[in-house]
């Protein structure tokens, strides 16, 4: 996308074709405009033309643009924050009415998956969250009794069991979880854009939103090139917003995330290397991940920006980290290397907003897009559609707050981050 192989590198590669969509050149009328092309704004998108209602779909760039088309991959239950955490800080009814939804998260996108015929490369055999020493053991460990106790399947596994799993003896342990899953990213976002459309949904790409203003009780949305009038919005940008209404964006601090890739490794280390094809992440406070796509290559990921110097230390890092947990690799050979932003809020919590009378938006994912976007996003449909009030939602209506000294904070982390794998042979 823009002719810039870092921006969604392997997945836009190996993605099947967008759906064909036009620029909005015209004045339309529709019952609700969605600004943002990722999972959250097509979800509702899906929802509501499947119910009947007129909607269009507003991107400034192309489908699955922003994090929805950079990401791991990994369709992870719940959110970071533990069960416990999650319903002290949001409290009742909110606490366990978001946790019911998001720990059955992964479920609906493999049934939206399934309904759709997407093609976007579904394995359903888990995630493993990977001990780093007994700190580790320690977080994972209360992880899986708080998730337990609401009856999730998942378990603990000991070092063996995860260097089995993983092909690596690097970790102390692991805790498995057999909702969870990956895709990619990227296929899915198209997939559910063509699902949407299918159900009468019009998707504009190339239209960014320019302004919004209202009158007589409806909204006109205002790009370069056309306008929306319609009776509600959702603004769906998460972390790429830009306007109108900027202030999702500061309430966000954003950490620049990377993935690098290999070539396809050969059948004798597939067999070795995850071969049940599991997601992971480690317990590092710089986290990394790493996953297996569809022809075998090894992908890794951590916080990072491949931009100036940044490029070459982060994929130096990488490449030193996938020899050290996988030596059996040999010579690394990258094929691929993007990035992209994660938007993170104060408390590592998503946000509800009303922005103003008929407009709504829920953002603040935190790393956790992919299932809690696809669900949401079927949130604010049923709310536009009236089959929610605002007090029946899992998420208490807020006022967006402005993150002090954000632009500060976000050079920090990424020149933090850059230090931290120029030094930092990981293991």
């Known amino acids: 996308m823009l002719n810039d192989s870092r921006s969604h590198g392997l997945w836009e590669r190996t993605a099947p074709e967008a759906p064909h969509t036009g620029v909005l050149q015209h004045a339309d009328k529709r019952d609700v ?141 692991s805790l498995l979880d057999s909702r969870a899953g990956t895709i990619q990213p990227l296929s899915y976002a198209r997939g559910l854009a063509r699902a949407a459309m299918s159900a009468g949904a019009k998707v504009y790409t190339s239209s960014g939103v320019t302004g919004a203003d209202r009158s007589n009780g409806k909204w006109t949305v205002l790009t370069a090139g056309g306008s929306v009038q319609a009776d509600w919005i959702v603004v769906a940008t998460d972390a790429y917003t830009k306007a109108p209404w900027k202030e999702i964006r500061h309430q966000q601090v954003l950490l620049p995330y990377f993935n690098v890739a290999t070539r396809p490794l050969p059948d004798t280390l597939r067999k070795t290397i995850l071969p049940n094809c599991e997601g992971c992440w480690d317990t590092k406070k710089l986290l990394s991940s790493f996953r297996l796509d569809r022809e075998g290559r090894l992908i890794m990921g951590s916080i990072g920006a491949l931009r100036g110097t940044g490029a070459t230390t982060h994929q130096a890092w990488a490449t030193r980290s996938l020899r050290k947990l996988f030596p059996q690799i040999g010579a690394v050979d990258l094929e691929a290397a993007w990035y992209g932003m994660i938007g993170t809020t104060s408390d590592h919590l998503p946000r509800f907003h009303h922005l103003a009378p008929n407009v709504v938006s829920i953002c603040g994912y935190n790393g956790r897009g992919i299932s809690p976007g696809t669900v949401f996003g079927r949130v604010l449909a049923e709310r536009i559609l009236g089959k929610a009030r605002d007090a029946d939602l899992p998420l208490p209506v807020t006022t967006p707050e402005t993150v002090t000294l954000r632009a500060l904070k976000e050079n920090y982390y990424e020149a933090g981050a850059e230090l931290a794998h120029f030094v930092d042979a990981r293991f």
């Open 33 to 173: 405009a969605i600004i943002g092309g990722g999972y959250t704004g097509l979800s509702a998108a899906l929802h509501l033309a499947e119910a009947g209602v007129d909607v269009s779909v507003l991107e400034a760039v192309e489908i699955g643009f922003g994090a929805s088309g950079r990401n791991v991959g990994l369709v992870n239950a719940g959110l970071w924050m533990k069960p416990e955490d999650v319903k002290s800080t949001f409290g009742e009814p909110f606490g366990e009415r978001v946790l019911e939804l998001l720990g059955n998260g992964p479920a609906e996108v493999w049934a939206l998956i399934d309904k759709y015929t997407i093609d976007c490369d579904a394995v359903r055999n888990g995630t493993l969250h990977c001990a780093v020493g007994q700190a580790g053991i320690i977080e994972i460990g209360e992880r899986a009794r708080q998730w337990e106790k609401r009856g999730a399947p998942v378990r603990l596994l000991n070092a063996d069991e995860t260097a089995a799993r993983i092909g690596t003896t690097a970790y102390a342990g």
